[in-house]
């Protein structure tokens, strides 16, 4: 495994904190001002393409529903959040779908978000219950046997949240007898459960679920990527911290239904291009850029 080392800004995770304090809160993860603040005003439009012709059935069946169902968090402050009272969903995740979705023929108001649990995401792509799976879905030969990718559109790595006191826990080296929480079908909890980290391991289907636990001194530490945890920490400064060291490579893919070709050269074709036009620069900062992870030149797409 490529070690991965990457630096947080306390500055900004404090003036995100204190804007998000003005703004008011929003409600369905654990902590003071949960749910990640979109600065709307920043977020691109994404231009919807007409006639778009992708041999695909998977577009053919939405198209003729008239939605593109797309799997998303929504538990994933700054990353794929969903407002308990508005139920509208936000974050960066949620961008790129609409991006891919402009590009594929669908506006934003024909997108249907589902949510989808890290466990859930291969079947509900393999049965077509979504048409796409774009939350925080790390590409690997496992799920590859039952899912196709296109990606990867973003680089994030394993690291560990723990209380803003605590001491003893310094990196993946330090939690040998400590209570550690993770994700049920996620790739950083296959990692953490290995003997050579010594961790007493709990297994919950939601990231707000393990942060209540770390929140309520239920467990030491919650591991699972980067990205994921400085937006919990960006929304509890004063109570949580994401040690700097990540200890896992997770490259983020869109997850579709396996041979799917013309589908999977579409959706990379859209993230091209909005990378080349900027547009998922600025929805990066509008987004996950406000959570303290700093803004990264996009991985190359696998063709
Ligand atoms: N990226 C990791 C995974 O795909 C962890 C985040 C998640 O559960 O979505 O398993």
Do not use: W
């Not at 920490?233 to 997850?255: M, Q, R």
């Amino acid at each position: 495994m490529k070690l991965r080392k990457t630096t947080a800004s306390a500055a900004v995770v404090l003036a995100v904190a204190l804007s998000a304090t003005a703004c008011g809160g929003k409600s369905g993860t654990a902590g003071d001002k949960p749910g990640g603040e979109t600065d709307k005003s920043k977020l691109p439009t994404y231009d919807v393409a007409k006639d778009v012709k992708i041999d695909s059935p998977v577009i053919a069946k939405a198209k003729k529903r008239g939605k593109l169902i797309i799997g998303a968090k929504a538990d994933q402050p700054y990353l794929g959040f969903q407002d308990q009272s508005t139920k509208e969903y936000s974050g960066f995740d949620i961008e790129i779908a609409k991006m891919v979705a402009a590009d594929l023929g669908f506006s934003a108001k024909q997108v249907k978000f589902e949510t989808v649990d890290s466990g859930a995401r291969e079947t509900a792509v393999a049965k077509g219950d979504v048409d796409l799976m774009i939350g925080t879905y790390t590409i690997n030969d496992e799920r590859k046997k039952q899912v196709d990718f296109a990606g990867p559109y973003y680089h994030a790595g394993a690291a560990l949240l723990v209380r803003e006191d605590e001491k003893k826990i310094k990196g993946p080296d330090t939690v040998r007898g400590k209570k550690v929480c993770s994700i049920v079908g996620s790739t950083p909890l296959q990692n953490i459960k290995k003997p050579k980290y010594g961790a007493k391991v709990t297994e919950l289907a939601k990231y707000s679920d393990c942060v209540k636990q770390l929140l309520d001194e239920q467990v030491d530490a919650v591991t699972t990527d980067d990205a994921i945890l400085k937006g919990y920490a960006a929304d509890n400064p004063k109570k949580l911290k994401v040690l700097t060291e990540t200890f896992s490579d997770e490259p983020y893919g869109i997850g579709l239904k396996k041979g799917d070709k013309a589908l999977r050269e579409a959706v990379t074709d859209a993230l091209e291009n909005h990378q080349d036009n900027q547009d998922y620069r600025k929805a990066y900062e509008a987004t996950l850029g406000k959570s303290g992870s700093d803004y990264q030149t996009p991985p190359k797409l696998e063709r």
